[in-house]
């Protein structure tokens, strides 16, 4: 228990709902549209709240024919809450952090659901996007132009200033009609 | 179209009470939800005044633009349904509700 999943615990536990969900989950296993109707609310809100006790590793879910049936991961729950409380923090470079939550920023605002929305006119935010797109491409492995337009068009229209800003940028590197990801 | 106003006044206000309600419990996502559909009856509002008003649009003009809201609002919640991303499902199907409650009270005779 680090305490980063400390506060994953604590925040999804801090709503009314989410509470409601896991003191209806006391009572045994349950599937969402029985939750949303005990609760009252819409069965697409129950999913939503359930994926936030999940992440959180309060809440287990399986598949029972059609159902998606949830249940209290009580190893977790059964913890003494002091033991949770002093969760040590993980070690890791604080500069680090600060750069990983920059880039996570940048691609949540520049991409949605796998689409680049615009390529980015600043340099730094435009070389995260491409290193996004990049991570499409094996290290090593030889394309073909078409393959690399076949590649990038379904992320951004622009397919071909993308290729071109790509091997600029040293992330792609062309030799003659061939591509290979170097970076 | 005053009446449809009205209705769409009453609707943002008990929407108004709703988040207030909510956050009161402690229930900040569902809040969330309520403002979401809370600014569906404000933005259709808007609409029904600007469009109402303007000569040559009119409720048809009205009707038109609700339609396509469903469309592009739709559009949004199969790609959400798609990607599994479960907060954007619960926000489209909220907008997609509200819509379709502010379509259904839509004055049919001055279509």
Redesign the interface.
Known sequence: MTQENALRIFKSL????RLRIVRALTQGDMYTELLAERLD??P??V???M??LEEAGLVISRKEQYYTVYSLDRSLLEQPLFDVAAAEPEQTDEQQKREDEYRRKVIDSFFE??KLRAIPVQRKKKLICYEVIAERFVPGRVYSEQEVNEIIAPIHEDHCTIRRDMIGEGILKRNGSEYVRVR | MKEFIEYLTRQIDAGRADIAGLEEEGRQDDADFAKVRTNIYEVCRTVTNALAARPNAGAGAVKAQLERFRTAWQAALDKAREHGDARNVVVEETKLTALADVIAHFPEAEE
């Open positions: 801090s709503d009314t709902s609310l819409t697409s809100t999913s939503f709240h994926k936030k659901y796998g």
